[in-house]
């Protein structure tokens, strides 16, 4: 496995990407954006040849996710694997006709890959936060890939440093599950069908992974019980605005007239 951290002087999000060797068949999880590209390119050599890639495999469709996905479709034969939700947005992302028979529909419900000698298992991971959202679990690592699901705001090497002890490591993840996960009721039913898994690591698109037992298993208690997304809201979230943006600073000030 190998991953890639970028980011650019604070303007860019800390993005995750995985590259998955099973004999010859290799697999990246969540390419990103045109950032990640060069530097991913290059690491990914190192390792496999570009030419024998298989797979480009999307949690879901956010620019953080497959914005570089053209210059991947230049220079690999790999096919795009999404669900279809987002199937049909893809070629937004590419020249005109650059993805025609390349791209690999997920339904709602799952698939498991075939990856060299064995099978990637791509798992439903509905408004979590995107719809259409896909998770990658791995049996041989077991390692399951939770795209923005434990995401952590973390940044340079500390996003490589596995977490063994979550009550430390959460006040860096609330606000942002709080914001971008759907609802309690979606984390609640993802855990029921975690807990089936074994897995040694949660491995998130951005920031840290969680390593062991105790760890994910503190993980699976406190995201069960978050309230997040639409729990938090009510009509004050929707309410017609009264600041007006100043375009010299892009600074939100108060209107006075």
Request: glycine share 4%; proline share 10%; no cysteine.
């Given at each position: 496995m190998f991953s890639n951290l970028i980011e650019e002087d604070g303007h860019a999000v800390q993005a995750n990407q995985f590259l998955i060797v099973d004999d010859d068949t290799g697999a990246i999880i969540d390419p990103g954006g045109n950032l990640a590209?060069?530097?991913?390119?290059?690491?990914?050599?190192?390792?496999?040849?570009?030419q024998k890639l298989s797979y480009l495999i999307a949690s879901h469709a956010d620019p953080d996710i497959i914005a570089s996905l053209?210059?991947?479709?230049s220079s690999t034969q790999a096919l795009l694997v999404i669900s279809r939700v987002w199937e049909r947005f893809a070629p937004h992302l590419t020249k005109v006709g650059k993805t025609e028979n390349r791209i690999i529909g997920i339904p709602d419900c799952g698939a498991r890959l075939p990856l060299g000698r064995h099978d990637l298992w791509l798992l439903p991971a509905h408004f979590m936060h995107s719809e259409g959202n896909l998770q990658f679990y791995d049996p041989i690592s077991r390692i399951l890939f939770t795209g923005d699901l434990g995401v952590s705001m973390v940044s340079g090497t500390q996003a490589g440093k596995p977490v063994t002890d979550l009550a430390a490591h959460i006040?860096?993840?609330?606000?942002?599950?709080?914001?971008?996960?759907?609802?309690?009721?979606?984390?609640?039913?993802?855990?029921?069908?975690?807990?089936?898994?074994?897995?040694?690591?949660?491995?998130?698109?951005?920031?840290?992974?969680?390593l062991g037992k105790?760890?994910?298993d503190d993980f699976f208690n406190w995201i069960e019980n978050l309230m997040c997304g639409i729990d938090l809201f009510d009509q004050r979230s929707y309410q017609l605005p009264t600041e007006e943006v100043d375009p010299v600073t892009r600074q939100m000030r108060t209107a006075t007239r």
């Open positions: 590209y060069n530097e991913l390119y290059m690491g990914m050599i190192k390792h496999f040849p570009p053209d210059r991947w479709l006040p860096l993840m609330e606000g942002f599950h709080r914001r971008y996960m759907v609802s309690n009721k979606i984390l609640r039913l993802w855990v029921h069908m975690a807990r089936q898994l074994d897995i040694s690591m949660l491995v998130p698109q951005h920031g840290s992974p969680i105790p760890a994910i």
